[in-house]
């Protein structure tokens, strides 16, 4: 069992910055591969990074490629997501989830944990 918290979603105009972060529990984290997926209002969740367990390869859709970097620190079970340049369409609420395998699926149904989600709003 895995359990993930997000923190540091927020109000932030466009052009800024701002970093996500994703504590999770327990002993196993360095067995996980890690997503970021965002939701808007009326729409699909979408993915949006990637790392692999070691945090030796990373993934990104073009939509974010280039402003978004994924990162881990398994020491501190922790995931990051490093946003810039942000855009007002980024606005949606931000879950990161966990996977026990060894790739890193873009679906959100093959997932096996997700957290509560955190806020993340870009004024124009």
């Known amino acids: 069992q895995v359990q993930l918290v997000e923190s540091g979603g927020g109000l932030v105009q466009a052009g800024d910055s701002l970093r996500l972060s994703c504590a999770a529990s327990g002993r196993t984290f360095g067995s996980y591969a890690m997503g970021w997926f965002r939701q808007a209002p009326g729409k699909e969740r979408e993915f949006v990074a990637g790392?692999?367990?070691?945090?030796?390869?990373?993934y990104y859709p073009d939509s974010v490629k280039g402003r978004f970097t994924i990162s881990r620190d398994n020491a501190k079970n922790t995931v990051y997501l490093q946003m810039n340049s942000l855009k007002p369409e980024a606005t949606a609420v931000y879950y990161c989830?966990?996977?026990?395998?060894?790739?890193?699926?873009?679906?959100?149904?093959?997932?096996?944990?997700w957290g509560q989600g955190t806020q993340v709003t870009v004024s124009s």
């Open positions: 790392i692999t367990q070691s945090g030796d390869r990373t």
């Open positions: 989830a966990a996977i026990r395998t060894y790739y890193v699926p873009s679906s959100s149904s093959l997932y096996d944990y």
